[in-house]
């Protein structure tokens, strides 16, 4: 823009510079582009208070806005919707393995508790239970108080709807050690793995999903009344399990990674008992027995050949290589071009001279013995 005013053209200046005449009325449309996608962003984030640009990425991308974690974050940043930076807590050593640690859904399960309050000061208390493979958020019993007996209930309910697990971990808690739960845990046949006094951590599933139910729900809900809160906490943990997504399950939701990881473990049962009812449970394939064309007499010693198990004498290999010989000598009179041993036609002819002379020879030797 400064050329004209001093006097010099557009197309001379940009010539000078080296730049096209449509660079002057270029115009950005990326602001275009990103209006619906930040007016939606704006909008679960209004949603979701607590979720950061991945997981809004990911619904996002559920609402046909697609994009990378890099673009994401940039619109994030622009926006404006920056989470408040939590308290650095004090981590703990985490290497060492826990106890009857989950290798499939349904396995373990993890309960413990969670207080809070109505707002006339009614106190809540939360049973929350938890499938440590699949991250489920199987059970959330609300109630003023919840002694053994009713922890016996709500277990004995997800016992008849999904089966009774391989363990169940625990603290040393009196709701959880009481003789009533203990008899029915070994009248159910399942395992107990309680943790030691004072490592909460060792509860490491459970406590991070009531580290997510009190961020996302008990923190930003105003309960009046206990049935409130049993309707908006099951709410939650109904969001939690089939729309949340999980990091740590490659940012699938709950429910979706337990669907595939059973049809994948159906798949794996499909195959495996079709090979079983082919060739038997245990043992090997069977092998195809071996023709007996051309075998020798048992106790007669077999000749090593690396193309047939039935022995050659010298006469056939000369007879053999004098044939193809001479059908490459033909093949190069017809004008094909090379002989079909790849030979080419002086070294043909040496061969096929040499073969005819060792024939002789043999044929000599052959009328000798006759005599």
């Known amino acids: 823009m400064h050329a004209p005013r001093r006097g010099v053209s557009q197309r001379r200046a940009c010539t000078l510079m080296t730049v096209g005449r449509s660079a002057l009325g270029y115009r950005s449309r990326l602001a275009e582009k990103d209006a ?6 704006a909008a679960l984030s209004a949603q979701y208070p607590r979720y950061g640009y991945r997981r ?41 393995p826990r106890p009857q640690a989950p290798s499939g859904a349904n396995q373990v399960w993890a309960i413990d508790f969670v207080f809070d309050a109505c707002a006339d000061g009614r106190q809540l208390k939360c049973l929350t239970v ?3 493979f699949t991250k489920e958020g199987l059970a959330i019993e609300v ?13 004995t309910r997800l016992v008849s709807q999904r089966g009774a697990p391989a363990h169940l971990r625990c603290d040393n808690g009196p709701e959880f050690v009481a003789r009533a739960v203990l008899k029915w845990i070994v009248d159910q046949g399942i395992g107990t793995a309680f943790i030691d006094p004072g490592k ?3 509860n490491g599933v459970n406590e991070s999903f009531n580290g ?21 906490i099951e709410s939650w943990r109904r969001h939690y399990t089939t729309l949340r997504p999980h990091s740590s399950l490659g940012y699938l939701t709950p429910a979706a990674f337990a669907a595939t990881f059973q049809h ?19 043992a090997p394939r069977p092998v195809a027995p071996p023709s007996r064309k051309g075998h020798p007499k048992p106790g007669a010693e077999v000749p090593v050949s690396s193309r047939s198990s039935t022995p050659r004498s010298e006469k056939d290999r000369i007879l053999r290589r004098l044939q193809r010989t001479r059908m490459g000598l ?33 044929a000599g030797r052959a009328g000798g013995r006759g005599t």
């Open 212 to 232: 997510k139910f009190r961020d996302e729900c008990l923190s930003l809900e105003w309960f009046r009344s206990r049935a409130e809160a049993k309707v908006v």
């Open 130 to 132: 938890a499938d440590e």
């Open 264 to 282: 994948q473990a159906a798949m794996s049962a499909t195959a495996t008992g079709r090979d079983a009812a082919v060739h038997g449970a245990s």
């Open 36 to 41: 619906p996608v930040l007016t939606r962003m």
């Open 330 to 362: 033909a093949l190069q009179e017809g004008g094909f071009g090379g002989s079909v041993v790849g030979l080419g036609g002086g070294v043909a002819e040496v061969r096929r001279q040499r073969d005819a002379k060792r024939l002789e020879e043999l």
């Open 56 to 96: 809004i990425r990911i619904f996002l991308g559920r609402d046909g806005y697609a994009m990378s974690a890099g673009r994401a974050w940039r619109l994030w940043r622009r926006a404006g919707l920056q989470l408040p930076r939590r308290r650095p807590r004090k981590r703990v050593a985490t290497g060492r």
């Open 200 to 202: 909460p951590w060792q």
């Open 143 to 155: 109630d003023g108080r919840i002694r053994s007996g009713r922890v016996i209930e709500v277990l």
